[in-house]
């Protein structure tokens, strides 16, 4: 969608109009748009100057409007961290660019659980991509990660592929060396996490699967899994009426701390990318993100 993909790239700028427009040319190297960045109409405008933010746990945190990219409200948004499963969200893209055949099936391997402290499938098990994507970004199953990797370039090549997906967004602070998250070496800035984010939203699948609760998955073995997903808000005020989750991801390494990136929409369009990193436990990371989602939609207007 032409709207999120924008978005993306004005957050990558973070508030720098030139960068933006060097990024937008970069997309549209077609030439057959005249778009410019300076021409998105509707910003934020904050209605309440004396609300600063919101106290969060967390070490890192950024807050954008997704439209323009318009910093909202920020907390040493370029400080390089751990992101733990975050991370997914490059595996998703980098395999969706493959355009593979989502019926095409998988087998697990051993080597796929590595790190994995509570399996979810088991080695042998059959499942298709589509299903394992699925399981990938609703319950951040590493092995899924592993596995996708594995059978399409190889882990090797499938990690240098999302690198060089960072440096194609123009992101220079995302590292990865392997696919799950696992590693505490993945690490990024939370400012770059909201370009991520912001991008994968633009891949179908990514953003579908954001409103599952929870998924069952039968592998070929005759076994079904329930898969639940990691994002406790789904249930919440964010999720209802006038708002709706529209992407989102967590992780959490002892390296790493707790993490969440996620975008909301309002009843009137207006989206807003909310990430930090570092949080002190499980609860703080969903009542900062609440908190700050909430407060951005309450201290701003869009005009």
């Given amino acids: 969608m032409l709207g999120t993909l924008l978005g993306a790239i004005a957050a990558i700028a973070i508030g720098d109009p030139v960068h933006a427009q060097t990024v937008v040319d970069t997309y549209f190297n077609d030439k057959t748009t005249t778009f410019r960045v300076a021409d998105i109409q509707r910003k934020p405008v904050k209605k309440r100057p004396e609300s600063l933010g919101i106290k969060t746990s967390a070490q890192a945190v950024f807050v954008a409007d997704l439209a323009t990219g318009n910093v909202l409200y920020a907390k040493d948004p370029h400080k390089v961290m751990p992101i733990a499963s975050l991370t997914k969200l490059v595996t998703a893209m980098v ?28 080695p042998g098990e059959e499942i298709t991509y589509r299903d394992a994507l699925r399981s990938m970004l609703v319950g951040s199953v590493n092995a899924c990660a592993k596995a996708l990797a594995r059978t399409t370039l190889g882990e090797k090549k499938f990690v240098a592929a999302m690198n060089d997906k960072a440096r194609a967004l123009h992101l220079n ?21 909201a370009a991520l984010i912001a991008s994968a939203v633009a891949y179908p699948e990514v953003k579908a699967n954001a409103q599952f609760s929870e998924v069952t998955i039968k592998g070929k073995s ?9 994002n406790n808000l789904l249930g919440s005020f964010l999720n209802k009426k ?8 967590t992780g959490s390494l002892p390296e790493a701390g707790y993490c969440m990136a996620q975008i ?7 989206q807003v990318v909310a990430v930090e990193l570092g949080s002190e436990n499980h609860f703080s990371r969903y009542q900062d993100i609440k908190a700050l989602t909430s407060w951005a939609f309450d201290a701003y207007e869009w005009k």
């Fill in 222 to 230: 005759g076994q079904s899994y329930l898969i639940k997903t990691t």
């Fill in 242 to 249: 006038p708002y709706t989750i529209t992407a989102a991801k």
């Fill in 264 to 270: 909301t929409r309002n009843e009137r369009g207006n």
């Fill in 95 to 122: 395999f969706l660019d493959l355009k593979p055949d989502l019926n095409k099936t998988l087998v697990f391997q051993p080597e796929d659980f590595d790190g994995e402290s509570k399996p979810v499938f088991k």
């Fill in 173 to 193: 602070t995302p590292t990865f060396v392997e696919p799950s998250g696992i590693n505490p070496r993945n690490q990024s800035s939370a400012a770059d996490v």
